[in-house]
């Protein structure tokens, strides 16, 4: 069955007790391949693997992994809030920091140019200028003075 034929929405009542297998669990009741739910949601059938099979060290930073199992949640029909929640304590179970702070700590943030820079690309840009317009203006009196030498 095409995943795209099934829109669940997660209606608020879910009654059976979430796992941290609940996402493979249901997957398979409602008889959709991983390759379905990812085209469907367009999240990579990879990353959907490896939520199944917790392989957080496979996954992007946890704010896109929770992301995805909040997607994922929400398809199945099942409470996102609670199923995020299961997975978070699965995630920090495997040693991978959940605070913020450690995934930014990861990127190098880019050193801005001074000011200065700004001011020596200002003059420089000054400076062609000038040399531009004295350097026409001295070939104008130079190609008037041949004009009137040839004729």
């Known amino acids: 069955m095409k995943a795209s034929t099934k829109q669940n929405q997660y209606n608020g ?5 979430i796992t941290c297998h609940s996402l493979s669990e249901i997957r398979k009741k409602k008889k ?3 390759l379905d739910v990812a085209e469907h ?3 990579s059938k990879a990353y959907i693997d490896a939520i199944e099979k917790h392989d957080f060290q496979s996954l992007p930073s946890t704010t896109y992994t929770l992301g995805f199992i909040r ?3 929400k398809f199945y029909g099942i409470d996102p809030i609670e199923t995020s929640n299961v997975y978070k304590q699965k995630i920090s179970e495997h040693g991978i920091s959940l605070e913020p702070d450690h995934e930014l700590n990861q990127v190098m943030p ?8 700004i001011y020596i690309g200002i003059l420089l840009t000054a400076t062609t200028l000038a040399l531009g317009y004295y350097l026409f203006s001295y070939q104008q009196d130079a190609l008037n003075d041949l ?3 040839l004729l």
Not at 13 to 17: A, I
Not at 110 to 117: A, Q, R, T
Request: hydrophobic share 30%.
């Open 32 to 34: 959709l391949s991983t």
């Open 71 to 73: 997607t994922l949640a």
């Open 147 to 149: 004009k009137n030498f």
């Open 41 to 43: 949601l367009r999240i």
């Open 110 to 117: 880019i050193d801005k140019p001074s000011s200065n820079y």
């Open 13 to 17: 009542d879910f009654e059976t007790p």
